[in-house]
């Protein structure tokens, strides 16, 4: 037996914002709320337990240390990357250079609160 991602705990400044922009992204609602601050979202009709993991946002003001370890990539699935990119940039995500070779499939960006994620270049099937 093995396991599966079932949420993603992401620690945010501006829990609301983030939780909206990603909602936006992924194309996620708000599927629950716990005390102290804390939202998840996830995919509609489906939330924790679905076959797609939830995003769980949690409170925390603290400074980030340093270089995230672990970042999320993200690919289109219902348009080319390039109009995905402008869509992302549009929302509020920042280009970031990490890097990445100019001729790079992939574009490396940043979220609200400057957590890098990868827009990659080919389309998924949405789930």
């Not at 990603?22 to 009709?45: A, D, K, Q, T």
Request: aromatic fraction near 6%; charged fraction near 25%.
């Amino acid at each position: 037996m093995a396991c599966r991602i079932s949420e993603l705990v992401i620690e945010a400044a501006d829990v609301e914002r983030l939780a909206a922009f990603w909602s936006e992204v992924l194309g996620y609602v708000e599927v629950g709320r716990e005390g102290g601050g804390c939202v998840e979202i996830g995919p509609p009709g489906t939330g924790f337990g679905g076959p797609q993991p939830t995003l769980f946002f949690i409170p925390n003001s603290a400074p980030r240390p340093g270089k995230l370890r672990l970042h999320i990539d993200v690919n289109p699935t219902d348009r080319d990357q390039d109009a995905e990119l402008e869509r992302l940039l549009a929302l509020g995500a920042k280009p970031v250079d990490v890097g990445q070779p100019d001729d790079a499939g992939w574009h490396v960006l940043a979220d609200p609160e400057g957590n890098e994620f990868c827009l990659l270049r080919t389309r998924l099937q949405p789930v």
